[in-house]
């Protein structure tokens, strides 16, 4: 995949509707809990996921590290844990897979996606590309509660940094991103933020340390200061420069293995 087609999508998005191409993921192990059969039976008794709430829980579970790339989403134990039919669970894989979370694969199956090292480098290039400008955007409409949100926001992730609660940390570190594009007020930057940051999980898990995540809070703190005082010079330069610290502290080299609790994901 060229930057070029990166770049050309960005343009685009607002009109097209096309999946960016598939990637072939690394192998990964699932494990299963013996007391699949007690999720089943609650299902069974009514308690079927919608749509979205299996779709929240696959992000959601990329988002905290709970799946790792290269894990294959076996059609028959999703349809276990979640009550759902084939029927509804495809078209979830499908939009997963349109966003690039998800690698479809024909007389295989579903996988989570796993990032190639160029991927993971094209992925931030983009990202260089747009959050620059929401913080632009940022600059010029952020009013005190938008601050205090993005302040509250920190707060949380210093908590749980004090907790030292990875699942938090990593999560709430791609939601600070996303919150920015929110408040900025465009639709199509909140739903390309959305799809970015969930990628960057994949590459985050693929590889960063495991005990470091990439994205630090004190430069979220940094950034928010110079929106409120709407330097938007500031507030750019330390947005790049927060990209490209987190792109310099993974480990942009050979993949490892992992292995996932599928059960734990629609617990």
Not at 28 to 54: C, I, K, N, Y
């Amino acid at each position: 995949m060229k930057l070029h087609t990166i770049y050309n999508r960005i343009q685009r998005e607002a009109s097209l509707n096309k999946p960016l191409k598939k990637k072939i993921p690394a192998a990964s192990r699932v494990t299963f809990d013996p007391a699949a059969s007690a999720v089943h039976a609650e299902t069974r008794a009514g308690r079927a996921l919608t749509s979205e709430q299996f779709y929240q829980k696959i992000q959601q579970a990329i988002f905290e590290h709970r799946l790792a790339p290269g894990t294959q989403l076996v059609e028959e134990r999703l349809v276990e844990l979640s009550g759902m039919s084939r029927t509804k669970i495809r078209p979830v894989l499908a939009r997963l897979a349109h966003e690039q979370l998800v690698t479809l694969i024909p007389n295989r199956g579903a996988f989570i996606a796993s990032p190639t090292v160029d991927e993971a480098r094209e992925l931030f290039f983009t990202r260089q590309l747009i959050e620059p400008a929401i913080i632009k955007m940022l600059c010029e409409r952020a009013e005190s509660i938008d601050i205090k949100k993005l302040r509250q926001h920190v707060l949380k992730e210093a908590k749980a940094r004090r907790k030292d609660d990875r699942t938090a940390i990593i999560r709430l570190s791609g939601e600070f991103h996303i919150l920015l594009a929110e408040l900025a007020g465009n639709a199509i930057l909140v739903r390309m933020m959305r799809e970015l940051t969930a990628q960057t999980c994949l590459v985050i898990a693929l590889y960063d340390s495991l005990n470091t995540p990439a994205c630090t809070h004190h430069h979220h703190a940094d950034i928010i200061e110079a929106i409120e005082v709407k330097d938007v010079k500031l507030a750019t330069q330390r947005m790049g420069g927060h990209l490209r610290d987190c792109e310099n502290a993974l480990r942009l080299e050979s993949a490892v293995e992992a292995e996932v609790d599928l059960k734990s994901i629609f617990a």
